[in-house]
Nanobody
């Protein structure tokens, strides 16, 4: 089973930026879709951004224009650049290796999760 390790979270003021990183333990990374999820206290985990192996992206409406997902297949890594952060972006962020239907939100992700990385945005 693929294991992922997220990093890059932290405490930032509103309007600031953070870049999250995720490394997947196994291949074939290059043919997999990847996604970033987040879970705020008392809320359900939600898909924030996803990226298929052929470059199709999908973003939650709440982060469009502020977040950018990218990947480096040579490093088995996916990134989430988060700009113009808002207090409501505060959550634990998780990445996952997805199928294309999962990345497009057609099917739910039901696999395991990494430890996540905490993002806290102060007002």
């Amino acid at each position: 089973q693929v294991r992922v390790t997220e990093s890059g979270g932290g405490l930032v003021q509103a309007g600031g930026s953070l870049r999250l990183s995720c490394v997947a333990s196994e291949t074939p990374f290059s043919i997999s879709a990847m996604g970033w999820y987040r879970q705020a206290p008392g809320k359900q985990r939600e898909l924030v951004a996803s990226l298929t192996s052929d470059g199709v992206t999908k973003y939650a409406d709440s982060v469009k224009g502020r977040f950018t997902i990218s990947r480096d297949n040579a490093k088995n890594s996916v990134y989430l650049q988060m700009n113009s952060l808002k207090p409501e972006d505060t959550a634990v962020y998780y990445c996952a290796v997805l199928s294309t239907p999962q990345a497009m939100g057609v099917l739910p992700y039901e696999g395991s999760w990494g430890q996540g990385t905490q993002v806290t945005v102060s007002s």
